[in-house]
T-cell receptor, first 113, second 116 residues
């Protein structure tokens, strides 16, 4: 079945540590997105990429980094510069040249310990 | 700046009841609107996508309507079941491919509880 796979499901980060969240899709979608979800705040866009080797900052990119070396993969690194990283992270993808909607993954819950 | 509001924030109904969830947005020049369902601790599942030229979409017991001129959408759930209990999110996208039009703007959701 086609879809988006996020891993790990749960991730624990120590202070000052960088961690990387994985997002892989087999939908042949060209655009991929990372959203952060916090209670009471809704979803906010971190980064997005519309083609391989290109990505753009979203609304809350500070303290995060991404890469897009393959069409299928869009990993997100939460760096030590992100002061409040505890949140639920969602990856999404979309076919930009068709009027399809967005497809989301199952999420990664990141907790600072 | 596009803002999306969902009312009510929470709703509890008995099983079998028909119900309506509301979504309003401030910029009526949307490209499309998408309704999602989110179960606790899970990702988003797409329910219905309405293009700006459409008035409504239906899938099973779900019917979503769109009134662009008034900046409103409703999600109608018929004959609700306990399995419908979840948070329902609406999201809009502006037209075009550049600027801020690349992203979805989400409401904060409606938490629905259907009691047996």
């Amino acid at each position: 079945d086609g879809g988006i796979t996020q891993s790990p499901k749960y991730l624990f980060r120590k202070e000052g540590q960088n961690v990387t969240l994985s997002c892989e899709q087999n939908l042949n979608h060209d655009a991929m997105y990372w959203y952060r979800q916090d209670p009471g705040q809704g979803l906010r866009l971190i980064y997005y990429s519309q083609i391989v080797n290109d990505f753009q900052k979203g609304d809350i990119a500070e303290g995060y980094s991404v890469s897009r070396e393959k069409k299928e993969s869009f990993p997100l690194t939460v760096t030590s510069a992100q002061k409040n990283p505890t949140a639920f992270y969602l990856c999404a993808s979309r076919l930009t040249y068709l009027n399809y909607g967005y497809t989301f993954g199952s999420g990664t819950r990141l907790t600072v310990v | 700046k596009q803002e999306v509001t969902q009312i009510p924030a929470a709703l509890s109904v008995p099983e079998g009841e028909n119900l309506v969830l509301n979504c309003s947005f401030t910029d009526s020049a949307i490209y499309n609107l998408q309704w999602f369902r989110q179960d606790p601790g899970k990702g988003l599942t797409s329910l219905l996508l309405i293009q700006s030229s459409q008035r409504e979409q239906t899938s099973g017991r779900l019917n979503a309507s769109l009134d662009k001129s008034s900046g409103r959408s409703t999600l109608y759930i018929a004959a609700s079941q306990p399995g419908d209990s979840a948070t329902y999110l609406c999201a809009v996208r502006l037209p075009g491919s550049g600027g801020s039009n690349y992203k979805l703007t989400f409401g904060k959701g409606t938490l629905l509880t259907v009691n047996p």
